[in-house]
């Protein structure tokens, strides 16, 4: 999928998040990366297996927001 030198990280590895972007949209709230994560702005993501990576962005303190 990806054309870029060196590659960007693949949808299953843990730095997914540092592809580059493809598509953003920030009027709707997401961002489309080279490697085929959607990325939401609450942080969640969706993966292009279908799982769903749920929003994990700090909180004041250093806490982390995980969905239920």
Request: aromatic letters at 2%; glycine letters at 8%.
């Amino acid at each position: 999928m990806c054309q870029h030198q060196p590659p960007c990280p693949t949808a299953d590895s843990n730095d997914r998040e540092a592809a580059r972007l493809t598509a953003h949209h920030p009027e709707q709230g997401w961002s489309l990366l080279c490697n085929g994560v959607l990325l939401f702005e609450d942080t969640g993501e969706l993966l292009p297996d279908g799982q769903i990576i749920a929003p994990h962005r700090p909180l004041k303190g250093g806490r982390v927001m995980k969905a239920a």
